[in-house]
């Protein structure tokens, strides 16, 4: 990449999907763009780590979700990408100090399809309120309350219902064979991107707009701004003039949840025994994991841990997410499953500062948020990323379709000025 330019039309600030998508789409249009990024890769939270266990381990975003809606899965389709549709069914549940037993199982399989219909009628027809208020009855309630967690990253009793309502979901979750980061960066390979260079400093108040990084200022007719909601809370970007307050509280109102992920590399027996298999594994509280064996049919298996309890475990240093994963793995399968792994790695999103956390959840209240945060600011300012995404916020196709929406509104805006 050549030196940073000082003029162009459109800055981007981030290169994760929302950022290189709307950095593609504006290139296909002839429109000159300069993509800014903090990190020392494209991806953002999508990205494939291929040296930390024997296969690839997405430490970010892995499935494409609702893949019958999802542009990625019909792009990923049209360039031949092999895809994983396996479908969500727990075999083993180990709650409150016992493994259920199989009639159980089934039971606490049904209820979760049981309680998202729940939350979803609720928060179609209901004044706003947390997603624990509104939690159907059920011995599971309090170990199936973290399936709410793991898809929102926030806990069921500080997440919006209207938030979950105004998701579309639709059927297919699939996994992407290589790693959905290494996807997101093929499919995005001719974009050209400033890497390790932090936007420190976004000044609207010239006639243009100006982007301050440690190699240099840009200037520009508009930016593209896609850094999360736990970055704009930090304020590790200055502004100036300083952003509207709407938008400050916003941001305030879509919080980041946290998911963290330990990749278990198992050796090939146990694998071929598990492939395929979910347990749950819950103590008391808050704390639970979710481990899914055999993810891209590979040895390796994927543990969960989300909001509150994976702050906690990240609090309490590395390791310690591991530990309780193997906790639960042990309870399920005895204290030999141990001996069958052979590496095991894991994430910290919340330390990370570029993300802050993983995802945005609405507070009771602040759904709305959302389209406020994407509002432009002075038809200069365009906010693209996950958390402007009404209808599938905390995804990678949300960051799709939101940079595409941001590169429309660029567009739109500099015909008007062109006229
Ligand atoms: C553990 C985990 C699991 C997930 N699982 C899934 C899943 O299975 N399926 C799914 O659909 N979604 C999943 N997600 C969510 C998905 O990854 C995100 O919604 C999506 O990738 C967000 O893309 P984005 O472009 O909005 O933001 P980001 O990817 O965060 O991109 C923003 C970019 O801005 C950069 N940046 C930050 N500050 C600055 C600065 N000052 N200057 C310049 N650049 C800056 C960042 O480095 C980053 O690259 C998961 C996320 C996590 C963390």
């Not at 759904?367 to 990678?396: H, I």
């Amino acid at each position: 990449m050549t030196g940073l330019p000082t003029e162009t039309d459109v800055i981007v600030v981030g290169a994760g999907v929302a950022g290189l998508s709307a950095a593609s789409a504006l290139r296909a249009r002839g429109v000159e763009v300069v993509v800014l990024e903090a990190a020392d890769h494209t991806g953002g939270r999508c990205v494939t780590d291929v040296t930390a266990v024997s296969q690839p381990f997405d430490k970010g975003a892995s499935w494409l979700h609702s893949a019958q809606i999802n542009p990625l899965a019909r792009i990923g389709e049209r360039m031949d990408v092999k895809f994983h549709k396996s479908p969500w069914v727990w075999q083993w549940v180990h709650a409150g100090g016992r493994a259920l037993n199989h009639a159980e199982v089934e039971d606490y399989n049904t209820y979760q399809d049981t309680m998202w219909d729940v939350i979803n009628q609720a928060g179609a027809t209901q004044k706003d309120c947390a997603v624990a208020s509104v939690l159907p009855d059920s011995p599971w309630r309090e170990t199936a309350k973290h399936f709410v967690e793991q898809m929102q990253g926030g806990d069921a009793d500080a997440v919006s219902i209207h938030d979950v309502a105004q998701y579309s979901d639709a059927e297919g979750d699939w996994l992407v064979a290589g790693g959905l980061g290494a996807f997101v960066q093929s499919l995005f390979a001719d974009v050209p991107v400033h890497l390790a260079c932090p936007v420190s400093k976004i000044d609207t108040s010239g006639p243009g707009v100006k982007a301050v990084t440690p190699k240099g200022t840009v200037s520009a007719r508009g930016l593209v701004l896609t850094v999360s909601t736990g970055v704009l809370a930090a304020e590790t970007i200055s502004f100036t003039p300083a952003l509207p307050v709407s938008k400050l509280q916003a941001v305030e109102n879509l919080p980041m949840g946290l998911l963290n992920k330990i990749a278990l590399d198992f050796d090939p027996s146990w694998t071929k025994a598990h492939q395929g298999q979910i347990a749950d594994y819950h103590t008391s509280g808050d704390a639970y994991c979710t481990t899914i064996f055999g993810f891209y049919d590979t040895s390796v298996a994927v543990s969960f841990v989300a909001g509150r309890f994976a702050d906690q475990l990240e609090e309490e240093g590395s390791g310690a997410a591991t530990e309780f994963c193997l906790q639960g793995l042990s309870a399920v399968f005895g204290n030999d499953v141990r001996k069958h792994i052979r590496k095991t790695a894991e994430t910290a999103w919340r330390s990370n500062p570029l993300t802050l956390g993983s995802y945005s959840y609405a507070s009771p209240g602040g759904a709305k948020a959302r389209r406020v945060l994407a509002e432009p600011v002075d038809n200069k300012l365009f906010f693209a990323g996950e958390a402007t995404a009404s209808d599938a916020y905390a995804t990678v196709h949300g960051a799709f379709k939101s940079g595409q929406r941001a590169a429309r509104e660029v567009l739109v805006q500099r015909d008007e000025l062109e006229l």
